[in-house]
């Protein structure tokens, strides 16, 4: 077998993984892609005669890019270290009869929109060491020269990530339960009853919205007078997946999808619900298999 093809038929091997990674960096799909894209160009250019792990090579690798176009998309903001106000990042939807097995390897470890909020706050370089070392077990001693720091230093930048991670709203781990909360929202919403809405909501629960334009808004009544706003849109929706739990999709029968809802569902109310509506985001999704 020829060098490029044994290269390429080992770099397919490690896709999966290589996806994962950049998912959980970049929090977007088709950027992710494109980072793999690119490991595969580097990959081809490169001598790797003298690498004996080609998989940790490439996660490397993709761990580098990755880096790269964080440092690219912090650089833009006033403040790399503030969250965008109702920043909902790209969901991955499926189908609730089963998700296919690519994705189940892209979701592995339950990364839910809630985590990858708290991600995108992070300084570049500490998104880097958390995702590498905490996420895919890569040694400190080979995420240092990527951000070209000692070992202690890179751990240290891992560390700071998981106190910030630590105040991830954690989901209820029965799905059939979160299945039954997101069908009663969706009947309520539909109905317009609006006290039925407030007693499936958290006190505190937060609202991210991005329609093109992003925004945020706290607490049961407010957020369930926003529901009730979007009580067409409800009408339109049907319970899928979205980062592998109970969430929505407004799909009319022709046509593009209006909507996509993810929750974050604890203690049987919803805390979190992040609601993506920009028709530009919302054209990349892969809705196919649906």
Known sequence: MERNELLAERFEAERGQLRAVAYRMLGSLSEAEDAVQ????RLDRADTTEVRNLAAWLTTVVGRVCLDMLRTRTSRREDPLEPVVGHVP???ISNPDGVDPEQEALLADSVGLALLVVLDTLAPAERLAFVLHDMFAVPFEDIA???DKSPAATRQLAS???????????????LARQAEVVDAFLAAARGGEFDALVALLDPDVVLRVDTGVTS???GAALVANQALMFRQGALLSRRVLVNGLPGMVALPEHGPARSVMGLTIRDGRIVEIYILADP???ATLDLSKL
């Open 38 to 41: 690119e490991a595969w160009f």
């Open 90 to 92: 790209e969901p991955v």
């Open 145 to 147: 020269p990527i951000v």
């Open 160 to 174: 700071r990530a998981r106190r910030r991670v630590q105040g991830v709203e954690v989901p209820d781990g029965d």
């Open 216 to 218: 945020m808004l706290r």
């Open 280 to 282: 530009e985001r919302l």
